[in-house]
């Protein structure tokens, strides 16, 4: 048996819910928003990025973009000596 989370985007043309199926993350049958998937920075995104669905209303092919930072930073080691 296949699990999933399902996200759904809204149709940009028709405002209809489109859903996009995950198999990235927890997977644990959620549903959840894609402005909430984003939000709560949920790895399910990492599944329909770059994905295709076609609205069910209108037929609108809508394509999910993710986009996401990484960055580096100075990492001090905490080596703290005792001085006498
Ligand atoms: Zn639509």
Redesign the pocket.
Known sequence: MSCFDSIFVR?P????Q?EFQSKSGDCRMKEMSLARCVHTQDKAIFGVADTVEE?P????K?KVFVNFTAFAEEFEEDDEEDEE
């Not at 043309?13 to 209809?16: A, D, N, Q, R, V």
């Open positions: 149709c043309k028709c405002g209809e489109i609205c209303k209108c037929g609108t809508v």
